[in-house]
């Protein structure tokens, strides 16, 4: 893929590289628990070093273990991060199906 100069050239790209459910899955439970881990971190500081190891570290086993492909964060960290979010919200909303 050529770099993409704006998130919604991106998006294609991103939702081709979830095709696996249980990929979708895991992206959605590590983007659960990371927002938990965020939410506590005022009360329990080390939540928030927590929150990024679950939600890549989730993300990370859903690509090498059941998509079978390399995650789009080593090359788009930004555009994957808003991607996650977006897909996160778009299976919230049904538009995604795990």
């Known amino acids: 893929m050529e770099r993409p100069e704006t998130f919604e050239e ?3 790209y991103y939702v081709s590289q979830h095709q696996n459910p249980t990929c979708r899955k895991l992206h959605f439970v590590g983007t659960t628990i990371a927002m ?3 939410a506590v ?5 080390a939540a928030a070093l ?3 190891v679950a939600g890549y570290g989730l993300a990370w086993i859903g690509h090498f273990f ?3 492909n390399r995650p789009a964060t080593f090359r788009r960290p930004f555009y994957s ?3 996650d ?7 919230l909303i049904g538009r995604i199906r795990l």
Do not use: Q, R, T, Y
């Open 50 to 52: 927590a929150a990024p």
């Open 85 to 91: 979010w977006v897909m996160f919200k778009d299976i």
């Open 41 to 45: 971190s005022p009360v329990v500081p």
């Open 36 to 38: 938990g881990c965020l």
């Open 81 to 83: 991060l808003a991607g």
């Open 66 to 68: 059941f998509e079978k």
């Open 10 to 12: 991106f998006w294609p």
